[in-house]
C-alpha cells in the first residue's frame, strides 16, 4: 500500500509549491495532492467530476486547508467534510496568511483539528511544515475507517 | 390626679368625737356611772327597808319583852303587897297561918323578881333600879327565913318590922320600877335584849338575798348594757381605723340590739356612700386624667388639693403640695412676654380669691423637657354656697397648635417666595376661566404683569388656534378631577410673538368635590423646542453619518482582512523562493548575490511584520473595549515571563508590584504591557545586568501605572514624536522594529480614557506612564 496522500487545498501556486518543497525539506515523501479550490477539493474527497475514477475509500492522511478560496471557501469545504459520514473525522489542519480571531473562531466551531498560520518567512515556514508532517504523518494515529456505507 | 381620702375626715371626727385620749380598762363611762348608781340605789334602798323592817319587828320584840317584863314587876308588886298584908296580919293575929301565908307571898316575890334581871335589857335605869331592889328582896326573903324558923319570937320582930317601914322601901322601889318600865312602854323606846326571835332572822335573811339579787340583777343589766355600748365604741374604734367590714353582733329583742342594728345599717350606708364616693371619685380621676387639658385645684389657703396627668405632662413634674405659697412659681407659670406672672395676674391665686380668668395665654415651664409651653389658662373660683372653697386652673396646652401655625406660617412663606420667584408661570383660574392669580413668572414668559391679567380670560392669552384645544383640555381636567401634565400650547407675547408653553394643570376641587377653577404651572419651551428641532435635524445627521462609518468601517475590515491576508502571500512567495535560491542555487550565487537575496529576505520579513503591526493597530481601534477587572500585577509577570522564555541567557531582573489591578478590556492591556516590557527588553539589551520595574503609584488621586527601564532610553527632544506611528527614535540596524508599537499602545490607552507619557534621558533609561481613567 502506497503512503498515505496529503491533500493540500491552495489556490496560490507559489504557496502550494512552497508547501511541498517544506515537505521535501523535511524530508516527507509521501505524495501531496493539491487542488487549486474548494470545489475540487470536495470531488477529490467524494470521487466525483475531474477525480470521478478515484477510489473514495483510500482517504488522504490530512488535509491542509486554505481559507481564502475560489468558488468555495475553505470553511465551506470544512463544513462539507464534516457533515458527510464517511469524511467527518477526516483531520484536517486549517493552513492560512489570516489570523483573524474571526477565522479562527470560525475554523475550530466547524470542527478543524489544528490551526496553523503560514509565517512569512519561509525557514519558519519549512520548520512549520516539518512539525506538520511529522505530527499527522507520524505520531497522529488515524481515526477508524468509518463503515462502508 | 391625687385627691383627699374621704375617710380621713370621719376618722377625725371620729377621733375628736372620742376626745382621743386613750382610756383605761377601769374607768368608767358616764352612762356606766350612771347605771351602777342606778342599781346602787335601789340596792341601798332595799337594805334600808329590810333594816328597817329588821328594826321594826326587833322593836316589836322588844316591846313584848317589856310587857313581859312589867307583869313581872306587877307580880313582884302583888307578891310583896301580899306579903305585907299577910305579915301585917300576923303581927296582929299572931296566927301562923299568916306566917304560912307571909312566906309564900314573899316565895312568890322572889319568883317575880328573880326573873326581872333577864328581862331587864340594857336599860340602865332599869338596871339601876334592880339592883336598888335585889337586897331589898334578899332582906325580905332572909326575914321571911327567920319569921319562919321562929313564928314564937316573931311578934316582937315582927311587930318592929311592920313598924320600921322597911316593907314601905320595897314597895316604893318596885313602884318607881314599875313607874319607870311604865314610861318606858309609853314611850316605845327601850334598849332590846336578847336576840330576834327566828322568823325575823328568815325575813331578814330573805330580804338581804332579794337585795343581792336586785343589786346583781342590776349589776349584770348594767354590764351586758355597758359590755354592749363598749363593743359599739370599739367598733366606733375599729371603723375609725378603716375596718368597715366590722359590724357589730346583734341580740334580738333588744333595745341595744336594735342599736346594734341601727348602727350596722348606719354602717352599711356608711360603707355604700364610701363605695359610691369612691366610685364617683375613681370617675372623677378617670375623667380628670383623660382630660388633655391639665386641671390644678387649690383650697383656699393656696394649697394644692388635686390636679391631674395632664398637669404633669404639662408642667414636666408633679406639683409640690407643699411647695412655696405661690402658685406662678409652683406651676412655673409666667405671662407670654417670659415674665413671671404673679399676684393677682395669676390666674389660680386670683381664682382661689374669687376672680375669673379666662383664655389668658402664659408660658408654662416643663422642667422635665427644660422647655416653655405655652398654655391657655381658665380658672374659676369653687365656691360652697357662699364659702369660697378654693380655685380650679385648667391649662390648655397649646404649643403644638402654636409651633403648626407658626409651621404653616413658614411653610406659606416659603412656598409663596418659590412662587414669586420661579421663572414659571403660576396661575389659577376661577369656574368661568377668569384669572385669580398669576406670579411675576409670566412677565419674562409673555410680557404681562399679573396685575394686567388677573381678572380677565385666559383664553386671552392662549394662540387663537389653540384656544378650543385649550378649553377642551379644562373641561377633560374638570370632568376627570384629574390633572394634566406635559400640555404644550402656544401662547401670545404682549409683542404679538408666538411662545410654546408646556403646562401642568389639575382642577380645583371645593369643599363638596365639585370643580371650581384650575391652577397650572407653565414653563416656556419655546428655545427647548427650537432646540430640540435642532437636535432632532443632528440625529438625522448623525444617524446618515453613522451609516456612512459603518460602511466605512466595513470597507476597512474588508480592506484589512485583504492586507493581513493578501499581501503577505507574495511576500511569503519572495521569501520562500529567496530561501529556495539560497538553498538551491547557492553554488552559482557570490557573495554580492547571496547578499541581495538575504536583503530581499529582510525586506519581505520587515514587511510582513509592518502589515501585522498595521492590523493590529487598526484592530484596536475597531475591537470593542470590554473592561473588567484585570490582575496587572499577574499579567505584567506573565508578559515578563515570554520575554525571558525568548532569551533565557538574558540578565534581566524585572521588579513587578504587588495587588495592582484595574479595570480594563484585558485583551488591549495585554498588547500594552507586550509593548512596554517588549520596548523595556529590547532597548536594555545593551545593558549587562538590565532592571525593569514595573509599578503604580497615586498622583491628585489618580492612579498612575508606569514601566521603568535602565536601557538606553532617549533624548527628551524626540518625546513628542514617540507615540506617532512609524516613528522611531533608533535606527533599525540598532534596534529593529515598525515604530508602531507605542502608536498602538497610546490608541489602546486612548480608548480607555487614559493618558500615556514617557521621560527619559539618553543612557540613562526610559519611564512610562500610564494611567486608565
Not at chain 2, 274 to 296: F, G, N, P, Y
Request: net charge neutral; with cysteine; aromatic share 6%.
Amino acid at each position: 500500500m502506497a503512503s498515505p496522500v496529503i491533500l493540500l487545498v491552495e489556490d496560490n501556486p507559489d504557496d502550494a509549491a512552497l508547501t511541498i518543497r517544506a515537505f521535501r525539506k523535511s524530508r516527507i515523501m509521501n505524495e501531496v495532492v493539491a487542488v487549486r479550490d474548494g470545489v475540487a477539493a470536495l470531488e477529490y474527497l467524494f470521487g466525483t467530476g475531474e477525480y470521478a475514477a478515484r477510489d473514495t475509500s483510500v482517504l488522504p492522511q490530512v488535509v491542509l486547508l486554505d481559507l481564502k478560496l475560489p468558488k468555495l471557501s475553505g470553511l465551506e469545504v470544512l463544513r462539507k467534510i464534516r457533515e458527510h459520514p464517511r469524511t467527518k473525522l477526516l483531520p484536517v489542519v486549517i493552513l492560512t496568511s489570516s489570523k483573524e480571531e474571526q477565522d479562527r473562531m470560525n475554523g475550530y466551531s466547524l470542527g478543524c483539528n489544528s490551526y496553523v498560520r503560514k509565517p512569512v518567512d519561509f525557514v519558519q515556514f519549512t520548520e512549520a511544515a516539518n512539525q506538520l508532517g511529522l505530527y499527522w504523518l507520524v505520531l497522529n494515529e488515524r481515526p477508524p475507517a468509518p463503515a462502508a456505507p | 390626679m391625687r385627691v383627699a381620702e374621704p375617710f380621713e375626715a370621719l376618722q377625725v371626727a371620729a377621733r375628736r368625737h372620742s376626745g382621743d385620749a386613750p382610756r383605761g380598762r377601769t374607768s368608767r363611762s358616764p352612762l356606766e356611772r350612771k347605771v351602777l348608781a342606778a342599781c346602787l340605789i335601789p340596792f341601798a334602798a332595799v337594805v334600808l327597808s329590810v333594816a328597817a323592817a329588821i328594826e321594826g319587828v326587833r322593836e316589836l320584840a322588844a316591846s313584848k319583852s317589856l310587857l313581859h317584863f312589867r307583869e313581872r314587876v306587877s307580880t313582884a308588886s302583888a307578891a310583896h303587897a301580899e306579903a305585907e298584908r299577910a305579915l301585917l296580919s300576923l303581927a296582929i293575929t299572931r296566927e301562923h297561918s299568916e306566917v304560912e301565908a307571909y312566906v309564900a307571898a314573899v316565895d312568890r316575890m322572889r319568883a317575880a323578881f328573880s326573873g326581872l334581871t333577864a328581862l331587864a335589857g340594857s336599860d340602865p335605869v332599869t338596871l339601876r333600879h334592880l339592883q336598888r331592889l335585889e337586897p331589898l328582896v334578899a332582906g325580905e326573903v332572909s326575914f321571911a327565913r327567920s319569921v319562919l324558923r321562929a313564928p314564937n319570937l316573931a311578934n316582937e320582930t315582927v311587930r318592929n318590922r311592920v313598924a320600921s317601914g322597911r316593907r314601905h322601901a320595897v314597895a316604893s322601889a318596885l313602884a318607881a320600877l314599875a313607874r319607870h318600865t311604865d314610861d318606858r312602854l309609853r314611850s316605845g323606846f327601850f334598849p332590846l335584849a336578847g336576840r330576834p326571835p327566828a322568823a325575823l332572822r328568815v325575813v331578814l335573811l330573805a330580804g338581804l338575798l332579794a337585795a343581792a339579787a336586785v343589786g346583781l340583777a342590776g349589776a349584770f343589766f348594767g354590764t351586758a348594757v355597758i359590755g354592749s355600748v363598749r363593743r359599739l365604741l370599739a367598733g366606733m374604734k375599729r371603723i375609725r381605723d378603716g375596718a368597715l367590714d366590722y359590724r357589730a353582733p346583734v341580740r334580738p329583742r333588744d333595745e341595744l340590739g336594735e342599736v346594734a342594728t341601727g348602727f350596722n345599717e348606719m354602717l352599711d350606708a356608711l360603707v355604700r356612700t364610701q363605695t359610691e364616693l369612691k366610685q364617683s371619685t375613681e370617675l372623677l380621676r378617670l375623667v380628670l386624667d383623660s382630660m388633655s387639658d391639665a386641671v390644678i385645684v387649690a383650697d383656699g389657703t393656696g394649697r394644692l388639693v388635686l390636679f391631674n396627668r395632664a398637669a404633669v405632662d404639662i408642667l414636666g413634674e408633679a406639683p409640690q403640695r407643699n411647695g412655696p405659697a405661690d402658685q406662678t412659681e409652683r406651676c412655673h407659670l409666667r405671662s407670654a412676654g417670659g415674665r413671671a406672672a404673679s399676684g393677682h395676674a395669676e390666674p389660680l391665686t386670683a381664682a382661689t380669691r374669687g376672680c375669673c380668668t379666662r383664655n389668658m395665654e402664659l408660658l408654662v415651664r416643663n422642667t422635665k423637657a427644660g422647655q416653655d409651653r405655652c398654655v391657655i389658662a381658665a380658672a374659676s373660683p369653687i365656691s360652697d354656697g357662699d364659702t369660697l372653697w378654693g380655685g380650679v386652673l385648667v391649662l390648655t396646652d397649646i404649643t403644638e397648635r402654636k409651633l403648626a401655625d407658626r409651621a404653616l406660617a413658614d411653610s406659606e412663606e416659603r412656598f409663596r417666595a418659590f412662587v414669586e420667584t420661579t421663572s414659571e408661570w403660576i396661575w389659577s383660574t376661577d369656574e368661568s376661566g377668569a384669572i385669580t392669580y398669576s406670579n411675576p413668572g409670566l412677565f419674562p414668559i409673555l410680557g404681562y404683569f399679573p396685575g394686567q391679567v388677573v381678572g380677565k380670560c385666559i383664553l386671552g392669552l392662549i394662540h387663537t388656534e389653540e384656544r378650543s384645544r385649550f378649553s377642551e383640555k379644562l373641561a377633560q381636567i374638570d370632568a376627570g378631577r384629574n390633572g394634566s401634565m406635559g400640555l404644550v400650547f402656544r401662547c401670545l407675547h404682549e409683542n404679538g410673538t408666538e411662545r410654546s408653553l408646556e403646562m401642568n394643570m389639575v382642577p380645583i376641587l371645593d369643599r363638596n368635590g365639585v370643580p371650581a377653577g384650575a391652577r397650572g404651572i407653565a414653563r416656556d419651551i419655546t428655545l427647548r423646542r427650537m432646540a430640540e428641532a435642532e437636535v432632532r435635524k443632528l440625529n438625522v445627521e448623525l444617524r446618515r453619518r453613522i451609516a456612512q462609518l459603518d460602511a466605512v468601517n466595513k470597507e476597512l475590515e474588508a480592506f484589512s482582512y485583504s492586507v493581513s491576508h493578501d499581501l503577505r502571500a507574495p511576500l511569503r512567495s519572495i521569501d520562500g523562493f529567496s530561501q529556495a535560491l539560497l538553498e538551491d542555487c547557492l553554488d552559482k550565487l557570490d557573495a554580492d548575490g547571496q547578499d541581495y537575496l538575504r536583503r530581499v529576505r529582510a525586506a519581505s520579513q520587515r514587511m510582513a511584520q509592518l502589515i501585522d503591526d498595521l492590523i493590529n493597530l487598526s484592530r484596536v481601534a475597531r475591537t470593542e473595549l470590554t473592561r473588567r477587572t484585570v490582575d496587572v500585577s499577574d499579567l505584567a509577570a506573565c508578559v515578563s515571563t515570554g520575554l525571558q522564555e525568548t532569551q533565557p541567557d538574558r540578565d534581566v531582573v524585572f521588579t513587578i508590584a504587588a495587588g495592582m489591578s484595574a479595570e480594563a478590556d484585558p485583551r488591549l492591556l495585554r498588547i500594552v504591557f507586550d509593548n512596554l516590557l517588549g520596548n523595556a527588553w529590547k532597548f536594555t539589551r545593551t545593558r549587562k545586568s538590565a532592571r525593569i520595574e514595573i509599578g503604580e503609584l497615586w498622583r491628585h488621586g489618580e492612579r498612575i501605572f508606569f514601566v521603568r527601564d535602565n536601557g538606553v532610553g532617549f533624548d527628551m527632544d524626540y518625546a513628542a514624536k514617540l507615540f506617532g506611528a512609524f516613528q522611531r527614535l533608533h535606527a533599525v540596524e540598532e534596534f529593529e522594529g515598525t515604530g508602531i508599537g507605542l502608536a498602538t499602545v497610546q490608541r489602546i490607552i486612548n480608548r480607555h480614557g487614559g493618558r500615556v507619557w514617557a521621560e527619559a534621558s539618553v543612557g540613562e533609561g526610559a519611564t512610562f506612564y500610564f494611567t486608565l481613567s
